[in-house]
């Protein structure tokens, strides 16, 4: 592991891709069926994750890659937003 890597970053690696878009498709499902404020806060939950991410592996990514992620991010806070009011 190099020095610069996070050993959360590196235990996310190790974990089964299919496992792991499962199991945010079953978080986003929820917070989706789940009554108001409390499927709005499971969504700012999500989104908070995937800014963390996507601040950790920004340097990597193509900008193609980056205005795409950003563009889902924004879709997801929208409907979290949506979600809350």
Not at 25 to 50: K, W
Request: proline share 7%.
């Amino acid at each position: 592991m190099q020095r610069t890597q996070s050993p959360v970053l590196a235990r996310l690696a190790r974990l089964n891709p299919t496992v792991v878009f499962l199991a945010t498709l079953a978080l986003v499902l929820v917070a989706l069926f789940a009554p108001g404020p409390a499927g709005g806060m499971l969504l700012l939950l999500l989104a908070v994750l995937l800014v963390w991410l996507m601040a950790v592996t920004w340097p990597v990514q193509k900008p193609a890659t980056r205005l795409l992620r950003l563009l889902m991010l924004a879709l997801l806070i929208a409907v979290a937003l949506a979600k809350l009011l």
